[in-house]
């Protein structure tokens, strides 16, 4: 079995690659400097070609690239998985949010994952959309936590946490274990996957501190107050107390 997968130099993809292989799936990179992500052509060349058996689209483009590829496995029943994001809730709300909870994000990034959303579900009746939070990894290099953490560490010399926020998060190793469950095993639709049940981003990065043997200052603050929490019992992904002393 085969499987094409967007947003191979990204945080999530190469993770799932990696995890498709335990399951015998060989996971395909849509190389965009070899492959048009416009020229219909030239795509449709590109499915004939690999024959995938699954379609996951986690990497960053256009919304049309996102109604293409959604239509392109619709009309050849290829199942299809885009990933978006608890950002596509707006910064001024709060949470819990579940499934019924309207997007209502206007930033740039928030409106763009919305709008994907929206092509997405036009293009292909047929596609699951699972919306992620912000992924914990262990080291710098990607668009993680534990880079920001490391970043904001030499920028400021500490890192402020709020003891007053929840944040949606998930270890990506968790994270792709979920995406593959949910697709090979639930019907299409828009699913949450967190693996936050109850911690603040204080508790939280007060825990990987620990995990990583303290060579961080962190300073409680109480300033962003905001509940980012998804909820969604058909979701079954680890909590994330379960690699932290919390």
Same mark, same amino acid.
């Given at each position: 079995?085969?499987?094409?997968?967007?947003?191979?130099?990204g945080?999530? @993809?190469?993770?799932?690659? %990696?995890?498709?292989?335990?399951?015998?799936?060989?996971?395909?990179?849509?190389?965009?400097?070899?492959?048009? &992500? &416009? =020229? /219909?052509?030239?795509?449709? @060349?590109?499915?004939?070609?690999?024959?995938?058996?699954y379609?996951?689209?986690?990497? *960053?483009?256009?919304?049309? #690239?996102?109604?293409?590829?959604?239509? /392109? !496995?619709f009309?050849?029943?290829?199942?299809?998985?885009? &990933?978006?994001?608890?950002?596509?809730?707006?910064?001024?709300?709060?949470?819990?949010?579940?499934? %019924?909870?309207?997007p $209502? @994000?206007? $930033?740039?990034?928030?409106?763009?994952?919305? $709008? !994907?959303?929206?092509?997405i579900?036009?293009?292909?009746?047929?596609?699951?959309?699972?919306?992620?939070?912000?992924?914990?990894?262990?080291d710098?290099?990607?668009?993680?936590?534990?880079?920001?953490?490391?970043?904001? *560490?030499?920028?400021?010399?500490?890192?402020p946490?709020?003891? %007053?926020?929840?944040?949606?998060?998930?270890?990506? %190793? =968790?994270t792709?274990?979920?995406?593959?469950?949910?697709?090979? &095993?639930?019907?299409?639709?828009?699913?949450? @996957?967190?693996?936050?049940?109850?911690?603040?981003?204080?508790? /939280?990065?007060?825990?990987?501190?620990?995990?990583?043997?303290?060579? #961080?200052?962190?300073?409680?603050?109480? $300033?962003?107050?905001?509940?980012?929490?998804?909820?969604?019992?058909?979701?079954?992904?680890?909590?994330?107390?379960?690699?932290l002393?919390?």
């Amino acid at each position: 079995m085969k499987a094409i997968v967007t947003g191979m130099n990204g945080t999530v @993809a190469p993770v799932l690659g %990696e995890y498709l292989k335990t399951k015998g799936i060989e996971a395909i990179p849509w190389d965009r400097e070899k492959v048009s &992500t &416009t =020229d /219909i052509k030239e795509m449709k @060349a590109f499915f004939d070609r690999i024959q995938p058996t699954y379609f996951f689209h986690i990497g *960053m483009g256009p919304p049309q #690239w996102a109604s293409t590829l959604a239509t /392109i !496995c619709f009309e050849r029943q290829i199942p299809f998985l885009f &990933t978006s994001t608890v950002s596509v809730f707006s910064e001024a709300g709060t949470g819990p949010y579940t499934v %019924e909870s309207l997007p $209502d @994000a206007e $930033d740039d990034y928030g409106k763009y994952k919305r $709008d !994907c959303e929206e092509a997405i579900n036009e293009a292909n009746p047929n596609a699951w959309i699972v919306r992620i939070g912000w992924q914990i990894g262990h080291d710098r290099g990607s668009n993680n936590m534990i880079d920001f953490l490391e970043r904001t *560490m030499d920028e400021k010399g500490f890192i402020p946490a709020s003891s %007053e926020w929840y944040p949606s998060t998930s270890f990506l %190793e =968790d994270t792709v274990e979920a995406l593959y469950t949910i697709f090979t &095993t639930k019907q299409p639709g828009l699913y949450l @996957a967190n693996g936050n049940p109850s911690y603040s981003f204080h508790n /939280i990065v007060t825990a990987l501190n620990q995990k990583h043997g303290g060579k #961080w200052k962190v300073k409680e603050t109480t $300033d962003l107050k905001r509940d980012d929490r998804m909820f969604d019992d058909r979701v079954e992904l680890s909590s994330i107390h379960k690699k932290l002393d919390i």
